[in-house]
T-cell receptor
Framework: GQNIDQPTEMTATEGAIVQINCTYQ??????LFWYQQHAGEAPTFLSY????GLEEKGRFSSFLSRSKGYSYLLLKELQMKDSASYLC????????????FGKGTSLLVTP | GAVVSQHPSWVICKSGTSVKIECRSL??????MFWYRQFPKQSLMLMAT?????????EQGVEKDKFLINHASLTLSTLTVTSAHPEDSSFYIC????????????FGSGTQLSVL
């Protein structure tokens, strides 16, 4: 089984930087994913980390430390459209490569 | 990019009826597809893993006789909610793993099921 923890809610100002943390415990770690989900829609892929370190993709970056069971998603130059739920998901190689999701962090970007 | 088509987008049905949801990978082959359920303001919960040509693997607490899964081809998996009840009302999302690109899952657009 897996325990995936992330904050429930966060608020940040347009133009600012926000970091969403995720901690996990898993037996067969095979990658960590971040997804963005707007209400009533399917998740959209943001990033994937399987090795330690920082992956940068435009305004979004994701960091992974496997020894600490820790990841964060960094969003820069926040825009109003970034208001959404951000889901941390861990892939377990012992369970057919399914993704197990955390409860998500609801981010509100204010003017 | 890879596309997963899920149909229908939403369905309203009477209690006791059955509802079938289709999930198709449009431009790739998917030996494995996953079905998730999401209740309001909660995260995605894995229901089952669908394997082409074999029986699905269900997560603990998910009734296999109630949620029938068929994965008859490399591009199609179906989820049938049998004898649906109001507590089955939820957002159901399928996802597919490209046989040749293992690094991420591609999600369908989801099906909002409302059982009256």
């Amino acid at each position: 089984g897996q325990n995936i923890d992330q904050p429930t809610e966060m608020t940040a100002t347009e133009g600012a930087i926000v970091q969403i943390n995720c901690t996990y415990q898993t037996s067969g770690f095979n990658g960590l994913f971040w997804y963005q989900q707007h209400a009533g829609e399917a998740p959209t892929f943001l990033s994937y980390n399987v090795l330690d370190g920082l992956e940068e993709k435009g305004r979004f970056s994701s960091f992974l430390s496997r020894s600490k069971g820790y990841s964060y998603l960094l969003l820069k130059e926040l825009q109003m459209k970034d208001s959404a739920s951000y889901l941390c998901a861990v892939r377990d190689g012992d369970s057919g490569y399914a993704l197990n999701f955390g409860k998500g962090t609801s981010l509100l970007v204010t003017p | 990019g890879a596309v997963v088509s899920q149909h229908p987008s939403w369905v309203i049905c009477k209690s006791g009826t059955s509802v079938k949801i289709e999930c198709r990978s449009l431009d790739f082959q998917a030996t494995t597809m996953f079905w998730y359920r999401q209740f309001p303001k909660q995260s995605l919960m894995l229901m089952a893993t669908s394997n082409e040509g074999s029986k699905a693997t269900y997560e603990q607490g998910v009734e296999k006789d109630k949620f029938l899964i068929n994965h008859a081809s490399l591009t199609l998996s179906t989820l049938t909610v049998t004898s649906a009840h109001p507590e089955d009302s939820s957002f159901y999302i399928c996802s597919a793993r490209d046989n040749w690109r293992n690094e991420k899952l591609f999600f369908g657009s989801g099906t909002q099921l409302s059982v009256l």
